[in-house]
């Protein structure tokens, strides 16, 4: 297995859950996720965000606001929507995953709440048909304003589990509060919470980046961090509060204080404009955690490769 620094779109197209994991794992530290809305106009008419983040330097796609239901990506037309993930996999070249919400209806809500369709919540149905459209990976997170608790994550990882087995990557953790009262700033996340995941069958781990939400310190980052890996699991760390549109000094900071904490995956979230990052700050926090050689590699590799 190649670590993913090294991937081409032809070992990508072969992968599956387990190998990609393990691809990352052997990447110390140096893999970039960037996050992407797909159901708004994208950066610019006629392509997908997810070419404009691929083009930046990302290692991996995640597709947010994609609903299993009526799967479509902006500026991505297909005749059949059940193979719209299939044909993006085949114009960026990069592993692609979707976000699904394990909405907890007995949530603390702290701001009124957002009702999701079916298709973009946690629930089984929608885990077997992200499975049947040939996602790399599901991200079981929450948005803003949806109730989505660390406990109905929980119930999420292990259904998941059972649906994809070694064939899909399991990403799973909150980056923000999703709304819920007792579930933000410092109290997003624990060591019980993360080892939980991790024992539940996540593969990756998400907690928000460093300084990202209140109290993220470097310090508790790395003792998190420490204990999903202790557990056998990667850690992802999250840019999911708009900072993905700040200065590059700051993405330059943050970069380098999460890997400090030792990251697996970095992730750059999608509000920086039009439902991307900051096209430069995807290839600036990439340079930050892995230098000119590795991001100008990943910017320039043909998809035929």
């Known amino acids: 297995m190649k670590r993913l620094l090294n991937c081409t779109a032809s070992d990508f197209a072969e992968m599956n859950g387990i190998q990609l994991r393990q691809a990352v794992e052997a990447s110390e530290g140096r893999v970039m996720l960037s996050e992407v809305v797909c159901a708004t106009t994208p950066l610019y008419p006629g392509l997908t965000n ?10 991996m796609i995640l597709l947010n606001f ?3 239901d009526q799967p479509n990506i902006q500026g991505l037309t297909v005749g059949n929507p059940l193979y719209v993930i299939k044909e993006l996999k085949k114009l960026i070249g990069r592993p692609v995953g979707i976000n699904l919400e394990p909405v907890d209806p007995d949530a603390d809500q702290a701001e009124t709440l957002e009702k999701l369709p079916k298709g973009r919540t946690g629930i089984p149905e929608s885990l077997e048909k992200a499975k049947e459209l040939g996602v790399d990976f599901v991200c079981l997170t929450g948005n803003p304003k949806t109730g989505v608790t660390n406990t109905a994550i ?12 070694d064939e899909v990557m399991i990403i799973a953790g909150k980056m923000h509060g999703a709304g819920v009262r007792n579930e933000a700033g410092s109290g997003i996340v624990s060591q019980d ?6 024992q539940a069958g996540a593969d990756v781990v998400l907690l928000p980046a460093v300084g990202s939400v209140p109290g993220t310190t470097l310090e508790k980052t790395k003792q998190l961090v420490q204990s999903v890996h202790e557990q056998g699991a990667l850690a992802l760390t999250a840019i999911g509060t708009s900072q993905e549109g ?5 993405i330059q900071q943050m970069a380098l204080k999460n890997k400090m904490a030792g990251a697996d995956i970095h ?4 509000a920086g404009a039009h439902g991307i990052a900051v096209p430069e700050n995807i290839m600036d926090y990439s340079i930050a955690i892995r230098g000119k050689r590795h991001t100008y590699a990943r910017m320039a590799a043909s998809i035929n490769r």
């Open 50 to 59: 997810a070419e404009y983040a691929a083009a930046f330097g990302a290692d």
């Open 193 to 198: 919470v993360v080892t939980e995941f991790a």
């Open 154 to 165: 929980l119930k999420s990882i292990k259904v998941a589990k059972d649906i994809f087995q």
């Open 246 to 250: 700040a200065a590059k000094e700051t």
């Open 267 to 270: 992730h750059i979230g999608d």
């Open 66 to 68: 994609f609903d299993v």
